[in-house]
């Protein structure tokens, strides 16, 4: 397997359909229907499966190169694209599970995540049973003879508990269950769960994949039989990557190897500094040798992310202030790009009605800095600055 650096650029050179073009940059393939050129040809584009000129609902000439790229970067066999990442989870979701099913999930999860799961799927007859993912027997004694898939995030927003991934995949594939990891927060430059044994992975492809926090997408790494059976139901649901947005996220996946290592290196500078401020009551990052679950983190993951959680000593109101007075991070809910983005943790998870990261459990004085790619002593002072001023 070649370097990421090198994948992320020819992951998708000779992609069956688009070996006659000769531009250097892909072309966008702006259309919703694509002509057959006899009766045949019409018969081929319409029973094969992910036709990549058919129906842009279907499959499209720009979807085919990013599944290259991203089936290579998470070493699967192949992959799908969808229109957000929440697109790709559901999607994945109603193609394995009927009512009378059971998922294990964390307790933990991305807040939609974890309403997709205790809500939706629960009110179609699908059964949940939540645990603790730090707690890597817990999903053994969660396993149940109609238990069909496993659901992991690794790191988990907003608090970064990790999961032992090959532990639970092991014990998984033991008792015929499929396991689904969301790598959106560690991204495949850092950990790769399907090296680890998962067998389907997804992604926001709108955070670091994209990277620049101007595309709506998301992905799934499978084998080719997990994929034609999710790609069936993904047709139906209907969840459509825009060519436009496959062609940035192209874009952005050809230079994410080199944005993520500065973004990782920034992050573990920046949580190390954050951690000797006066002002600052904890820093949680799995790169620390402070955070709980630090071996584990250094033993499935090449780096350690770009999001890190800080509590400010003086509380609720001094967190918002040290926010408010930041001037680099804009205050977005997302994460991934090149520029930081920073924002009071409660402030976006209350009133969301959620099991896995209910608002009442989120500390008042949480803060998380999703770090971009600007320079370390300038995000340092920057931070330093809001931190003083809040007092």
């Given at each position: 397997?070649?370097?990421?650096?090198?994948?992320?650029?020819?992951?998708?050179?000779g992609?069956?359909g688009?070996?006659?073009?000769?531009?250097?940059?892909?072309?966008?393939?702006?259309?919703?229907?694509?002509?057959?050129?006899d009766?045949?040809?019409?018969?081929?584009?319409?029973?094969?499966?992910?036709?990549a000129?058919?129906?842009?609902?279907y499959?499209?000439p720009?979807?085919?190169?990013?599944?290259?790229?991203?089936?290579t970067?998470?070493?699967?066999?192949?992959?799908?694209?969808?229109?957000s990442?929440?697109?790709?989870?559901?999607?994945t979701?109603?193609?394995?599970?009927?009512?009378?099913?059971?998922?294990?999930?964390?307790?933990?999860?991305y807040?939609?995540?974890?309403?997709?799961?205790?809500?939706?799927l629960?009110r179609?007859?699908?059964?949940?049973?939540?645990?603790?993912?730090?707690?890597?027997q817990?999903?053994?004694r969660?396993?149940r003879?109609?238990?069909?898939?496993?659901?992991?995030?690794?790191?988990?927003?907003?608090?970064?508990?990790?999961?032992?991934?090959?532990?639970?995949?092991?014990t998984?594939?033991?008792?015929?269950?499929?396991?689904?990891?969301?790598n959106?927060?560690?991204?495949?430059?850092?950990?790769?769960p399907?090296?680890?044994?998962?067998?389907?992975?997804?992604?926001?492809?709108?955070?670091?994949?994209?990277?620049?926090?101007?595309?709506?997408?998301?992905v799934?790494?499978?084998?080719?039989?997990?994929?034609?059976?999710?790609?069936?139901?993904?047709?139906?649901v209907?969840?459509?990557?825009?060519?436009?947005?496959?062609?940035?996220?192209?874009?952005?996946?050809?230079?994410?190897?080199?944005?993520?290592?500065?973004?990782?290196?920034?992050?573990l500078?920046l949580?190390?500094?954050?951690?000797?401020?006066?002002?600052?009551?904890?820093?949680?990052?799995?790169?620390?040798?402070c955070?709980?679950?630090?071996d584990l983190?250094?033993r499935?993951?090449?780096?350690?992310?770009?999001?890190?959680t800080?509590?400010?000593?003086?509380?609720?109101?001094?967190?918002r202030?040290?926010?408010a007075?930041?001037?680099?991070?804009?205050?977005?809910?997302?994460?991934?790009?090149?520029?930081?983005?920073?924002?009071?943790?409660?402030?976006?998870?209350?009133?969301?009605?959620?099991?896995?990261?209910d608002?009442?459990?989120?500390?008042?004085?949480?803060?998380?800095?999703?770090?971009?790619i600007?320079?370390?002593?300038d995000?340092?002072?920057?931070?330093?600055?809001?931190?003083?001023?809040?007092a």
């Amino acid at each position: 397997m070649r370097h990421i650096e090198t994948a992320s650029i020819l992951g998708d050179r000779g992609v069956s359909g688009n070996e006659h073009e000769r531009g250097v940059a892909p072309a966008i393939h702006y259309s919703a229907v694509f002509a057959a050129s006899d009766e045949r040809d019409f018969a081929e584009m319409s029973t094969v499966p992910q036709h990549a000129r058919n129906y842009t609902r279907y499959g499209n000439p720009v979807h085919e190169r990013v599944k290259a790229v991203m089936a290579t970067l998470e070493g699967t066999e192949t992959a799908l694209v969808t229109g957000s990442g929440m697109g790709a989870l559901t999607t994945t979701l109603l193609a394995l599970l009927s009512a009378g099913d059971h998922v294990i999930a964390q307790r933990r999860h991305y807040m939609s995540t974890a309403n997709l799961l205790d809500d939706m799927l629960t009110r179609f007859g699908v059964e949940l049973s939540l645990v603790d993912q730090t707690d890597t027997q817990a999903f053994a004694r969660a396993i149940r003879k109609n238990t069909k898939v496993i659901v992991l995030e690794s790191p988990a927003n907003p608090l970064l508990e990790l999961t032992d991934i090959a532990s639970v995949a092991q014990t998984a594939k033991a008792h015929g269950i499929l396991t689904l990891a969301d790598n959106t927060f560690a991204s495949p430059a850092n950990q790769q769960p399907h090296a680890l044994g998962v067998d389907i992975v997804v992604h926001s492809a709108t955070k670091y994949l994209g990277g620049h926090h101007d595309l709506t997408g998301g992905v799934i790494c499978t084998s080719h039989a997990l994929a034609e059976r999710i790609w069936h139901t993904h047709v139906t649901v209907g969840s459509v990557l825009s060519p436009m947005d496959a062609w940035l996220l192209l874009r952005g996946v050809r230079t994410f190897p080199l944005r993520m290592a500065q973004v990782n290196q920034n992050a573990l500078s920046l949580a190390r500094r954050l951690s000797e401020h006066p002002r600052v009551g904890g820093v949680v990052y799995p790169g620390l040798d402070c955070h709980p679950q630090f071996d584990l983190a250094c033993r499935q993951m090449r780096g350690f992310g770009g999001v890190l959680t800080f509590r400010v000593k003086a509380g609720d109101g001094a967190a918002r202030r040290v926010v408010a007075n930041l001037r680099i991070p804009q205050m977005a809910g997302s994460l991934g790009g090149v520029n930081s983005l920073a924002i009071h943790v409660a402030t976006m998870w209350g009133g969301t009605r959620t099991q896995c990261a209910d608002g009442n459990d989120i500390p008042g004085d949480l803060i998380r800095y999703a770090v971009g790619i600007e320079h370390i002593d300038d995000l340092t002072e920057d931070l330093f600055q809001a931190l003083d001023r809040s007092a």
